[in-house]
DNA sequence: GCCGTTTTCGGCCCGACTGTTTTCAGTCG
């Protein structure tokens, strides 16, 4: 079965191949908004029935729809296969360069028989690219230099290290005299869950102090570029662009800033068909301002709600503002508990103690301590013996406490042969039971999805933590039917994890859409493994809000004795 | 390629920075 991934990387490489022929840009556009769609989409397109389905999707009419229903029905796609074969094997890859776009790429080609990126390294460095109509010294300097950082930085950085890095990048600007405002923007401020890179913005009325600051920050090693109101420099291996507007910009130029690309080209055509004009200075009627220091304004104006920036991906958020029918999405504070922490007992390095203090520190209410099973191998796991042993600890620490419970939980390990690793009687006693799989991760999807049905089943399981395994840039997801489980989950009343580490974010935001859709809520949870991976608690908040999630969708935002009451008896 | 609160045909976001071909194309976001 061809993956929806798939389908969109065929599109993206069909655009990618259309624009070093010089395609149509409109044709090329088309394809890439068609591969963000599909690769939203919770449903595998296999599920599609028919090219009449498919067209309802946005941005799929009859072309692509024709097109999609012969890659699930034969597995391949003609046209693609031809465009591929039109061109070689290493060319395409010449575009993650850098500086080196579809213009550069065909002409490197054409006229030096340049066909990867090795030859291309080779060429610049003998010097033969400078003959070339358009090209100079300095361009074979730029692109051995973009050589060198694609090697470097050849994936994406995963959310935490980018955010970690650019909320450092606001701290120390922000002392700056000359900087009025400042923020983080770009998929950083959308929480996506990994960054390209590092967008700040300043208002200021003295852009240069702001460059000069910003080029001598601590840990920046390159300046890419730099003008009047814009900079780029590398900081710990990370690229960091800096723009600086005037305060009465701020808002528009923060809307602009923050993107999506696809968000901002839909918000612009609603614009020019208001007979407005949207751009990262303001809004326009003619020659008149309409909105630009505040970003809400920028959305108002257009007649809209505002769109909170985690929605802003470009799929149907703009139409549910104009409907005002946005989420009213929740928020960190409305969490009250976490109900995945390791301690101790298993390979935690905290004690319950310090867990529970922690936990106060973060104004919760309550929390759970879900240890391991045995057979996560090296974790430690507690037996039936130790897990009894813990819970009278659980019971003389909550005897110490007054408004605040520790609840007795445990991840216990679906085995391969489908079976939790203790028995249901000492299940029972626990006040919460999380049920997760970390052995054996590549079995068949069928057998997956039923080793993972069974625990759903299980009228003893509350929660399914971390339901699909994956650690993003490290682990792909199990093959797994994801909407069959949230399917079962709807129907028995199972809970789903949002995992908030922020190398899981399990489910991902796509996923809590769909739950969401299907009535089920979703627990969020750090998993923490130490007191300060508590904190992680609002990368999880995040990804809900990606997801479109209420703070009714999510259970740990319910007072303890709603939540005693809402998981399964 | 898609799509419709002017359109089923004729539109389709907009500006900063760089290097080079001295007036603009290419790249990026």
């Known amino acids: 079965m061809v993956e929806n991934r798939e389908v969109a990387r065929i599109f993206d490489e069909i655009a990618d191949i259309l624009e070093v022929l010089d395609g149509d840009k409109f044709k090329i556009r088309a394809y890439r908004r068609a591969a963000r769609t599909i690769e939203n989409l919770t449903a595998d397109l296999s599920r599609f029935k028919s090219k009449n389905e498919l067209k309802k999707l946005p941005g799929i009419g009859d072309a692509l729809a024709k097109k999609i229903y012969e890659i699930i029905t034969t597995g391949r796609l003609k046209y693609y296969e031809d465009l591929r074969n039109s061109l070689p094997a290493g060319l395409l890859e010449l575009l993650s360069i850098p500086g080196v776009g579809p213009k550069t790429v065909a002409k490197l080609f054409r006229e030096c028989g340049i066909t990867d990126i090795a030859s291309l390294e080779r060429a610049a460095k003998n010097h033969e690219l400078q003959h070339l109509f358009g090209m100079g010294a300095k361009t074979e300097e730029k692109i051995l230099k973009g050589i060198a950082l694609y090697r470097r930085q050849k994936e994406r950085t995963p959310l935490d290290v980018a955010y970690f890095q650019a909320k450092r990048i606001v701290e120390s600007l922000k002392n700056l005299e000359s900087a009025v405002e400042i923020s983080y923007a770009g998929s950083i401020r959308r929480m996506k869950e990994t960054i390209g890179d590092i967008d700040i913005l300043v208002a200021s009325h003295r852009p240069r102090d702001v460059m000069d600051a910003f080029k001598t920050l601590e840990g920046v090693s390159e300046v890419i570029a730099s003008g009047e109101r814009k900079t780029s420099v590398i900081i710990g291996d990370i690229q960091a662009d800096l723009r600086v507007v005037d305060p009465d910009s701020f808002g528009s130029a923060l809307q602009y800033f923050t993107g999506s690309q696809l968000h ?178 590549t079995q068949k999807k069928e057998e997956m999805t039923a080793r993972i049905l069974s625990a759903i089943e299980n009228p003893n399981v509350d929660i399914i933590a971390h339901p699909t395994g994956r650690i993003i840039g490290k682990r792909d997801p199990y093959d797994v039917d994801i909407e069959a489980l949230i399917d079962a989950a709807g129907s028995t009343g199972t809970i789903l994890e949002l995992n908030a580490n922020p190398r899981r974010l399990d489910i991902k935001d796509t996923h809590a859409r769909y739950a969401k859709k299907k009535g089920v809520k979703v627990a969020i949870s750090t998993d923490a493994h130490d007191t300060s991976q508590m904190e992680y608690m609002h990368f999880g908040v995040a990804t809900a809000r990606r997801g479109w999630l209420e703070k009714d969708d999510v259970l740990n935002t319910r007072s303890l004795d709603e939540l005693l009451r809402t998981l399964k008896p």
């Open 264 to 441: 901002n080209i839909k918000l612009r055509e609603l614009a020019l068909r208001k007979g407005l004009k949207l751009n990262e200075y303001g809004v326009f009627r003619q020659d008149e301002k309409i909105a630009g220091r505040r970003e809400e304004d920028v959305y108002h104006s257009l007649g809209l709600s505002f769109i909170p920036p985690e929605l802003r991906e470009g799929q149907d958020e703009i139409e549910a503002a104009a409907r005002g029918e946005l989420p009213d999405l929740i928020e960190l504070s409305d969490i009250r508990g976490d109900l995945h922490v390791h301690s101790d007992w298993s390979d935690g390095r905290s004690s319950i103690r310090e867990i529970v203090d922690k936990a106060r520190s973060l104004e919760y209410e309550y929390i759970a301590i879900s240890d391991h099973t045995p057979a996560v191998g090296i974790t430690g796991g507690l037996d039936e013996k130790r897990l009894i042993r813990q819970m009278d600890e659980i019971e003389r620490i909550n005897g110490d406490l007054d408004d605040f419970r520790v609840l007795s939980g445990i991840e216990v390990d679906i085995r391969s042969d489908n079976r939790l690793d203790l028995p249901d009687k000492i299940l029972e006693k626990l006040d919460i039971v999380i049920a997760a799989v970390h052995t054996n991760l």
